[in-house]
């Protein structure tokens, strides 16, 4: 029995450590972003679901909804666009994009 509950609590632990803890700067995007794979909220949409490169998720982060290049951009938020965050540096959207990359499912 004794084995089985270590058994239960090493999977527990296996299982979180799937999904890193969230890097500092996403608090930045968590209000609007929610969790990676919920869903979105109403917002902004599911960062899990982007298929945008790491260059482009920079780009995003850094600029805003507006820079040159951007694919199509989601329209039925309620915030309509995306401010910018110039703070937010390479070493932040990397840490993110890594974070948020942790959700996909194998
Ligand atoms: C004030 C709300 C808000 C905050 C804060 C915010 N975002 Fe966004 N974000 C949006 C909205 C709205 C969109 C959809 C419009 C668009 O595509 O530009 C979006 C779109 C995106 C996309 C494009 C997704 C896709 O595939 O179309 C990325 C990547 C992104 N945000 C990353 C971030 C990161 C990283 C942060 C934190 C540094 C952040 N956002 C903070 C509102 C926000």
Redesign the pocket.
């Known amino acids: 029995m004794k084995r089985l509950a270590a058994l239960a609590a090493a999977l527990v632990l296996a299982s979180c450590a799937d999904k890193a803890a969230a890097p500092v ?2 608090a ?2 968590k ?3 929610g969790v990676p794979g919920a869903g979105g909220t109403k ?3 599911d ?1 899990l ?4 490169t790491l260059e ?2 920079t780009m ?2 850094q600029s ?2 507006q820079w040159e290049g ?2 199509a ?3 039925s ?1 309620r ?5 910018p ?1 110039p703070e ?1 540096t390479q070493e ?2 990397d840490a ?1 994009f890594r974070y948020v990359q942790t959700f996909k499912k194998r």
Do not use: N, W
């Open positions: 700067a996403y930045k995007c209000p609007c972003h917002m902004a949409p960062l679901e982007s298929s945008y482009q998720f995003q982060a805003g909804s951007k694919p951009k989601h329209q938020y915030t309509k666009s995306m401010p965050r937010v932040d959207t993110i």
